[in-house]
């Protein structure tokens, strides 16, 4: 089945700083790319979501870049604030009924 | 609802005793879907309904697991016989329609502790 693997597992930055976080993945049918955000006490929150025919998506300070061949993807979040403290995770689908996760990065923006 | 509501929040099971976890989908969502969180961990899947139609149940750990959705609303998760192994949280997921394209709504997720 589908493999995904997220790095750092934790990332800090200071606030107004840009964070990066990389995925890869091992199916090459893997065609749907989300991003999402958990707090503490709470489940997953959809951020931002990428497929597979386009290369790069943003939406105000969060943008997903996707690279099919090297088949890893990014989450980048610019302007961080204290509110973007969270731990984020990718997955990958591959259009079947299921989402394949990542074990999660925890980013904590230093005020 | 406005959202995925769960119940109960946290259940505290001693080994070998049988548990329900409910999860009240937003109105009108077709698909459900059931996902298993061990601490630290990202969501794996564990089963997935259409309406009633309980359409894949390969993520199920074992027969000790079972889903329904009778009416195609409300679904409930229930696990015979808890094993520590068992203590997670349990999310649960709707989408008007179809897979993970048409973006999932998750809720806060039950937590269990198998004692």
């Known amino acids: 089945g589908e493999n995904v693997e997220q790095h750092p597992s934790t990332l800090s930055v200071q606030e107004g700083d840009s964070a990066v976080i990389k995925c890869t993945y091992s199916?090459?049918?893997?065609?749907?790319f989300p991003w999402y955000k958990q707090e503490l006490g709470k489940g997953p929150q959809l951020i931002i979501d990428?497929?597979?025919?386009?290369g790069e998506k943003k939406d105000q300070r969060i943008a997903v870049t996707l690279n099919k061949t090297a088949k890893h993807f990014s989450l980048h979040i610019t302007e961080t604030q204290p509110e973007d403290s969270a731990v984020y995770f990718c997955?990958?689908?591959?259009?079947?009924?299921?989402?394949?996760f990542g074990k999660g990065n925890q980013v904590v923006v230093i005020p | 609802g406005a959202g995925v509501s769960q119940s109960p929040r946290y259940k505290v099971a001693k080994r070998g005793q049988d548990v329900a976890l409910r999860c009240d989908p937003i109105s009108g969502h077709v698909s459900l879907f059931w996902y298993q969180q061990a601490l630290g961990q990202g969501p794996e899947f564990l089963t997935y309904?259409?309406?009633?139609?309980?359409?894949?149940k390969s993520g199920l750990p074992s027969d000790r697991f079972f889903a329904e959705r009778p009416e195609g609303s409300v679904s409930t998760l229930k696990i015979q016989r808890t094993q520590q192994e068992d203590s997670a949280v349990y999310l649960c997921a709707s989408s008007v329609t179809g897979g993970p394209y048409y973006g999932y709504t998750f809720g806060s997720g039950t937590r269990l502790t198998v004692v």
């Open positions: 199916d090459s049918a893997s065609n749907y």
């Open positions: 997955a990958a689908s591959r259009g079947n009924n299921r989402l394949a």
């Open positions: 990428i497929r597979s025919n386009v």
């Open positions: 309904f259409q309406n009633e139609a309980q359409l894949d």
